[in-house]
């Protein structure tokens, strides 16, 4: 009886991931959250003040993290927080490089119709145009602080 051989395929990972985790200024603020807090519980009690604010402090911090979409594409698919869809459904891919190119595909140029994952620390992204005339989506618009990453990725 003969040994099963072990499977020497390669592993592929991801051609493309990112999770948009908040910037140094959003871990600041999130700190100065639980300050604030732990200020004004003080005067209840000094241990009330310092760990209230303490909990305030995780607790922002822990919500960030898991509220934080992962961009991905692997297996064919693009995946964004919970969204996904098929590349074979993908159109055009646009680079917005510039924080000010993002602001204005976010503002005046956007289609109130476009599935959008935005997180305001990531100032730049992607337009992903679809091709699938049964989705009533003209384009997704991500975030991401690697926008010519996620375009080869895309193989765009």
Same mark, same amino acid.
């Given at each position: ?47 009330? /003040?310092? =760990?209230?604010? %303490?909990?305030? $402090?995780?607790?922002?911090? +822990? @919500? !960030? ?25 993908? /159109?055009? =891919?646009?680079? %917005?490089?510039? $924080?000010?190119?993002?602001? +204005? @595909? !976010? ?50």
């Amino acid at each position: 009886m003969s040994e099963p051989q072990p499977d020497l395929s390669p592993v592929t990972g991801p051609a493309f991931r990112e999770r948009l985790s908040p910037g140094p200024a959003a871990w600041c603020a999130a700190v100065g959250l639980g300050v604030i807090s732990g200020v004004a519980l003080w005067p209840m009690a000094h241990v009330i /003040g310092i =760990v209230g604010g %303490l909990l305030v $402090a995780a607790g922002t911090l +822990t @919500a !960030l993290v898991a509220t934080s979409p992962v961009i991905e594409v692997s297996g064919g698919v693009l995946r964004a927080g919970r969204a996904s869809i098929s590349l074979d459904l993908l /159109g055009d =891919v646009t680079t %917005l490089d510039s $924080a000010e190119e993002m602001r +204005t @595909a !976010l503002g005046p140029a956007l289609d109130a119709r476009a599935f959008v994952c935005l997180r305001a620390w990531a100032r730049t992204g992607v337009r992903v145009d679809l091709d699938d005339p049964l989705d009533p989506t003209p384009y997704w618009m991500l975030s991401t602080r690697r926008p010519q990453e996620l375009a080869a990725a895309l193989g765009r």
